[in-house]
DNA sequence: TTGTAAGCGTTATCAA
DNA sequence: TTGATAACGCTTACAA
């Protein structure tokens, strides 16, 4: 509308109070008589005065912004958690500047930097790309969620109790053969646990079981085309048994289910499902399978409190060493049964 | 690490040189002789310089951020959208503050002048809750992505478009009904044209058609019973042709499969289905459907251009009035083969 | 309760 | 090619 910005000059000028009094008004207003309160009031309004947080920041050094580096949101945990997030910004009032990562270590780095050059306070890394001891050395503190996470602080989901509760639901619907699909993930990642809770459970109840761990290559038609060599592997040996198979998301779930049925005409028996992340796929699948689900709510709250803890004590004393804090979230198993409906 | 920041002051006392001199050094490095830019060049290395943007930003009021204001990202749509402009940081170098709507007028215009206090550049709403009129008010380079634009610049889907090459796809595959599935649009929105292109065809060619337009409710569970409803309407009348089925999104589009698997154990024959936005579900789903896709990637730059181009003529002129420029992406129909395949 | 003046880290203007 | 100085919009001692 007008043409230059109203500050906090313009509105001293207008009120005949100093500049310290109009900062008073948004700070202390306590010290205001309350009669002043209003005339400044007033003048804002008068003067449709918009509120300039970068003078504050450069005065104060508070910044209100976090920072956040995603990898590609192509499986839908990550978009669920980065929604939860989000979402913590009506308890928190913390902003956030996002950055999306692409594996490329330079380039990442370069995000980071770019980030701190507005000073944020802290830094949320979901992607995989840069390593904990990296991350640590940054200076601001920093969380990341279901990543390696040796040096520093994190949340992360309860895999290997995922791992049993998958592993113990199939158990309990009496499979002959028991199968984990993963693609390869290095051990320091969270979800590594995810196979050792599926293979604690084989252990202790001497069930047979094989690990399907191998490359699936990138896009959906590819994935496809993996899962079928694994279920065709499969079935070569167990075809007269019912199967447990736990996948290590749902995306590989649902296309367990698809390849069954394109290939086989097989739905919904003969094999038992179970995915994780619980993701909405879960539900839309022609036939819904059980998916261990990870409370994304939570982990988005966990991590911001440790996050603002951390910049509170920053905030205090610039100098104070950070906490490394690991917070871990309890999954939950969603069960759907499996069996088809009967016709009505 | 360090206590302090190191700023211009700092490298201007290492070096001898004047903090302008240090400014150079960034901005017009072309005025310093090789030698003194080697020499700022070792110093910025032996202090450790970490960029400060805010003191830029102050100064030059060019504070390279944009603001974004999501809706909830429940349907994959968005948080494509939402990912591809984030990989728009490659090409422009501006950042992104995030902020997701909830359909709360007031908060939404809260969120709105937060950001606006952080001196944005420029607004990107894929939010549908602010009126056009409103956004066209507030000062700032505004382009909104799949929503009711009146007053203001956007980016859209040719959804009519969208909506004839939906239904040219049914009737090349010779339905004898055809049916429009979605819940009730205003007219404004861009997507109300599915509708139309969808109608528009069914009168050219002659085809007996329905639309059905209803609430289905919050969630997965209710979509899915509100679509059972209107496929139960559709066979009672049906049942014996073969009926071709646009409905305004994937996920109605699976839950419409679903629906005909669970109640009629009808899987990819009877009925004909076409999609929209061509999300990974449709892929996904047991019988792969065909879908209208968005180029998403092509809406983010397109918006990215609109803004950045808006923004630059208010570097230039911050008075300036800014133009109100329309773009239309073309929809790319994704065929997919809904005939089983025979085992083999 | 209010005001003065210095300061936050940069850039812009002008002069040298 | 370089530097002194003011300016950006706000906060914060300190003084009154």
Redesign the pocket.
């Known amino acids: 509308m007008s043409g230059?910005?109203v500050?906090?000059?313009d509105i001293?000028d207008y009120t005949?109070?100093?500049?310290?009094?109009?900062?008073?008004y948004?700070?202390n207003p306590?010290?205001?008589?309350p009669?002043?309160r209003k005339i400044i009031e007033d003048a804002l309004k008068a003067l449709n005065?918009q509120?300039?947080?970068?003078?504050?920041i450069?005065?104060?050094?508070e910044t209100e912004l976090i920072g956040i580096i995603m990898p590609s949101m192509y499986m839908p945990y990550y978009s669920d958690v980065f929604q939860s997030i989000l979402n913590q910004y009506t308890d928190f009032g913390y902003k956030f500047i996002v950055l999306s990562g692409d594996s490329n270590k330079r380039r990442e780095e370069n995000y980071i930097r770019e980030l701190l050059s507005y000073n944020i306070e802290g830094l949320i890394i979901l992607s995989h790309t840069l390593p904990s001891s990296e991350l640590a050395a940054l200076g601001v503190p920093v969380v990341t969620i279901e990543r390696e996470d040796r040096f520093i602080s994190s949340v992360n989901t309860d895999n290997l109790m995922g791992g049993i509760q998958a592993a113990s639901l199939l158990y309990q619907n009496q499979c002959d053969a028991y199968f984990f699909i993963d693609i390869p993930v290095c051990p320091e990642t969270p979800g590594y646990n995810r196979l050792v809770g599926f293979q604690t459970i084989c252990r202790d109840k001497k069930l047979p079981n094989e690990l399907y761990i191998q490359e699936l290559g990138k896009g959906i038609e590819n994935n496809y085309r993996g899962i079928g060599r694994i279920i065709d592997a499969i079935e070569m040996r167990h075809s007269d048994q019912k199967v447990g198979i736990f996948c290590a998301n749902d995306t590989f779930a649902v296309l367990v289910e698809k390849y069954y049925f394109q290939r086989y005409r097989i739905i919904g028996r003969h094999y038992c499902l179970v995915g994780y992340d619980n993701s909405s796929i879960a539900t839309e699948a022609i036939v819904p399978f059980s998916s261990v689900g990870q409370q994304t709510d939570v982990i988005a709250r966990e991590t911001m409190e440790i996050l603002i803890g951390q910049i509170k004590k920053r905030r205090k004393d610039p100098e104070c060493r950070l906490p490394v804090e690991h917070k871990v979230v309890t999954p939950i198993l969603k069960r759907r049964d499996t069996s088809l409906p009967e016709l009505y």
Chains 1, 2 share one sequence.
């Open positions: 230059k910005k500050t906090f000059s001293a005949h109070f100093s500049k310290t009094t109009i900062s008073r948004f700070n306590e010290y205001l008589t009669e002043n005065y509120e300039n947080k970068i003078g504050r450069l005065a104060k050094g």
